[in-house]
């Protein structure tokens, strides 16, 4: 079998979709990855074939929640229109016009200059099957083109799917979405259906207790952490004789953003009255503090040494640790975070604070509870088990080659 991935570039949505290319390819089919030109490198690290389609770009996050800068640190908080629709009542025109500035300033951006090319190589190509990442349209269009089977590819809730299908259960009178597919269409001779936007099925590697579902055809897999090269450090090794709380808060905030929505320095300070080693994976300097501080460590290892996790509730770093049954306290802000945060509450395997109440007072607060009350880590094993309990992407691989649509 033929399987060529599609993606936008950027590492977080990447990531997730590794182990199962590489299952693939163990597996004995022909995997490619097309991106722009730009992630050549980030595919090929991976240990992945590249194609490189479409033109170099540079990251368009800001312009996809806002053309002003200033705009979209205060978009940063919470699901954009239209996408929050997945969460809360929202009217049609409102949707609309959500969708209309999502194409314009987001998927219009990440796509437009991938089409020509991906559906040139998958014409050529010819595969049987194409996953693409769930806005990365442009593997539907080529996968379409050519006569692929395809799939689309979730990283976290899919607020895409349940905001499409509330959408269309408004019976709107004009759909920007499907306007814009259809266009494509037209292009490359095939008809519009729904499969261009939700996929003819969808891979969702999140367990049923966090998930957030439309009435669409979803298959499970195990979440498997890919955190790109890397080296274990020497001193996570070493034995520790006293409960390890380690703060991470991801890529996002500092190379996307302004920075991170809490005081590193004086959360750290904070953490550092309870008896425990503390340790923050951040990308500030922050001078001299009663904690290590390090740029990176691969989290898959890091996760099982600790006691707590603290992070932002990103989908691929409060998996990863969800994996090792370790309670977490979520800080969240960006786009999905909120909302698996609280979907993580509910779990009960952790805390959450929204990021504009993490004061480092209740920080400290909140991980002494998780640290000290037996029940978080009791139900943090049985998210574990939970998600072990999904098909492995080995699994998910040989599903695919016995019926690949």
């Known amino acids: 079998m033929r399987v060529l991935f599609a993606t936008y570039p950027e590492s977080t949505v990447f990531q997730p979709m590794v182990p199962l290319a590489w299952a693939l390819r163990t597996a004995g089919h022909e995997v490619r990855v097309a991106a722009p030109p730009v992630f050549a490198d980030t595919i090929t690290a991976a240990g992945l074939t590249a194609v490189p389609v479409g033109r170099e770009r540079t990251n368009t996050w800001r312009r996809l929640l806002s053309l002003d800068p200033a705009e979209a640190e205060a978009d940063r908080a919470g699901l954009p229109s239209p996408y929050d629709a997945a969460l809360r009542p929202v009217g049609v025109e409102e949707m609309r016009a959500g969708y209309e500035r999502m194409i314009e300033h987001g998927h219009k951006l990440n796509n437009f200059a991938l089409v020509p ?50 959408f269309l259960a408004l019976s709107p009178d004009a759909d920007p979405l499907k306007d814009w597919l259809s ?24 367990p049923a207790s966090l998930r957030l579902d439309a009435d669409l055809d979803y298959r499970s897999m195990q979440y498997v952490p890919y955190n790109g090269p890397s080296t274990v ?119 959450t ?25 009791e139900r943090a094993a049985a998210l574990r088990k939970e998600i072990h309990a999904l098909p492995t992407p080995n699994e998910v691989a040989h599903e695919l080659a016995r019926c690949p649509s």
């Open 117 to 166: 090319g991906l559906v040139e190589f998958a014409r050529a190509w010819q595969p049987d099957l194409v996953i693409w990442e769930a806005t990365t349209y442009a593997g539907a269009i080529a996968a379409k083109a050519c006569g692929a089977a395809h799939a689309r590819f979730l990283w976290s809730l899919d607020v895409f799917g349940v905001t499409r299908e509330r």
């Open 183 to 206: 266009g494509y269409g037209r292009k490359y001779g095939f008809d519009f259906d729904e499969s261009l936007i939700t996929g003819e099925f969808t891979l969702d590697a999140l």
């Open 353 to 377: 604070l929204p990021g504009d109440q993490a004061t480092p007072t209740a920080i400290r607060e909140h991980v002494a509870r998780l640290l000290t009350e037996p029940e978080f880590r």
């Open 233 to 351: 450090p020497d001193w996570l090794q070493r034995p520790r004789d006293r409960p390890r709380i380690c703060l991470t808060l991801g890529t996002s905030a500092t190379e996307q953003f302004a920075g991170y929505t809490v005081s590193v320095k004086d959360t750290l300070a904070e953490l550092s009255t309870l008896d425990a080693e503390v340790l923050a994976t951040v990308a500030d300097d922050l001078g001299p503090v009663d904690a290590r501080v390090v740029p990176f460590v691969p989290l898959d290892v890091l996760a099982p040494t600790c006691d707590v996790v603290i992070n932002h509730a990103g989908p691929g770093t409060f998996l990863t640790v969800a994996r090792h049954g370790v309670p977490q306290l979520t800080v969240p802000w960006t786009f999905d975070e909120p909302a698996l945060a609280a979907r993580a509450a509910d779990q009960g395997g952790s805390l």
